[in-house]
Nanobody, 123 residues
Framework: VQLQASGGGMVQAGTSLRLSCAASGRTFSPAVMGWFRQAPGKEREFVAAIRVRGVSTRYTDSVKGRFTISKDNAKNMVYLQMNSLKPEDTAVYYC?????????????????WGLGTLVTVSS
């Protein structure tokens, strides 16, 4: 299982970025894809998750109304559209996957992780 996140960069507060996560693997069959982030000096935290088969999503409170997670199953891609970015959104963003169907928020529930992509939001 391979997950590759991309799309990070340095932007100003109030602007937008879209992160992408490409998933691959011969036996890859996730039920849930998630995005997490880790700010400097902080623990990795849940951002958003989406069911691969279905439309259910889940967000952490701090990004509700600003971030949107979406997927393209035909391309094995998951996206995180981030609008109205704030300096506190600065972090390395990771995509992750799990085979269980529940939209878990704990890092321990996701066995598969990609390398992160850095998002820096300046004020």
């Amino acid at each position: 299982v391979q997950l590759q996140a991309s799309g990070g960069g340095m932007v100003q507060a109030g602007t937008s970025l879209r992160l992408s996560c490409a998933a691959s693997g011969r036996t890859f069959s996730p039920a849930v894809m998630g995005w997490f982030r880790q700010a400097p000096g902080k623990e990795r935290e849940f951002v958003a998750a989406i069911r691969v088969r279905g439309v259910s999503t889940r967000y952490t409170d701090s990004v509700k109304g600003r971030f949107t997670i979406s997927k393209d199953n035909a391309k094995n891609m998951v996206y995180l559209q981030m609008n109205s970015l704030k300096p506190e959104d600065t972090a390395v963003y990771y995509c992750a996957s799990r085979e269980g169907n529940f939209l878990e928020t704990g890092t321990h529930a996701y066995p598969y992780w990609g390398l992160g992509t850095l998002v820096t939001v300046s004020s």
